[in-house]
């Protein structure tokens, strides 16, 4: 579902990052790196040179346009995987799958929570030690990536942080986020909107890196080099960069809704809720109204439509 969010997140600010040339002639520049190495090395670089120095004119253009091609069609591969490898990487796939390692998780935090209600009463009444606030503010952070019910829980730790940005407004304000964002983001000011397009982009470039990485090892046939430095990359990138990049993206889109939620009721001229209950009733509400529709005569509308 948090896809569905990041391509009208991103747009074309995603299109125009992701299509760039660097990574691609950073790949190939290693491969070739790897290939030299295994016939030759420097004197057989050499050797290509005299002979692309000996070409005519047209030849030197014709294969400098395909190496440009090479890594254009490269690089647009890896954009077109992103998509699909993120999701993988949240813990989406074939019914039942990673369904061990969910009911693992599962279990981790339950004991989590009852740790943390355990050291909630020192906490509060300040009689906790300085390892047990520590402690409790560790399972506090852990828990708030957490979506909190079984049936919403995911194998990985990136799907659960983006799967709690999708679900917690939903629980604080009835809305469902998913359904209801492209109504929001046309509704958003151009600052949220840059700042939710820069951390998308950043999270979709760590997964990236990830499928470089791992296309890198390929280039082990001629260097077995290449083996442990492209995997080292892509499981470097999965343990620590991407989880990091999916908190700052999870946080601003929760946010955005946080803060911006508001425009919806205005620009839909639907009475502005006036208390966290009445809100959650109204978010629901308004989520079956934009996706279904109403019938009758509730509510009334307001009479003019926001700016």
């Known amino acids: 579902m948090i896809d569905t969010i ?4 991103v747009g074309h600010l995603v299109d125009r990052s992701m299509t760039t040339l660097g990574p691609g ?19 057989e670089l050499e050797r290509l040179g005299d002979r692309v120095a000996e070409l005519p004119v047209l030849a030197v253009i014709v294969l400098v346009a395909v190496a440009f091609v090479s890594v254009y069609a490269t690089t647009l591969l890896v954009r077109l995987l ?4 993120l999701r993988l990487l949240e813990g989406y796939g074939p019914k039942g799958w990673g369904r061990k390692r969910t009911a693992k998780l599962t279990g981790r935090v339950e004991k989590w929570s009852e740790e943390q209600q355990t050291l909630a009463g020192p906490v509060a009444d300040e009689t906790a030690t300085p390892e047990q606030r520590a402690r409790y503010a560790w399972l506090d952070a852990r828990l708030n990536r957490d979506p909190g019910r079984r049936e919403l829980r995911l194998p990985t730790r990136v799907g659960n942080i983006l799967r709690t940005a999708e679900t917690r407004p939903g629980e604080k304000y009835g809305l469902n986020v998913v359904a209801l964002w492209p109504h929001l983001w046309l509704s958003l000011p151009d600052e949220a909107k840059t700042s939710l397009a820069e951390a998308r982009t950043a999270l979709d470039r ?13 280039f082990g046939y001629w260097n077995p080099w290449a083996i442990p430095v492209g995997a080292l990359l892509a499981l470097a990138t999965h343990l620590w ?6 908190l700052v993206y999870a946080d601003l889109l929760e946010a955005t809704v946080d803060l911006h939620r508001h425009l919806l009721y205005q620009r839909l001229r639907w009475p502005v809720p006036t208390d966290p ?3 959650r009733r109204a978010g629901a509400l308004l989520t079956i109204y934009l996706v279904r529709g109403l019938d009758g005569s509730a509510p009334t509308f307001t009479t003019q439509a926001a700016p």
Request: aromatic residues 12%; hydrophobic residues 50%.
């Open 6 to 9: 990041g391509e009208t997140v």
């Open 25 to 43: 002639l950073v790949f190939w520049t290693g491969g070739g790196l790897a290939f030299l190495s295994a016939h030759g090395g420097r004197a």
């Open 82 to 85: 992103t998509r699909p490898v």
């Open 206 to 218: 760590s997964v990236a890196t990830v499928i470089w990485g791992l296309g890198f090892t390929a």
């Open 241 to 246: 960069w991407l989880p990091g990049r999916a």
């Open 277 to 279: 209950a009445d809100e």
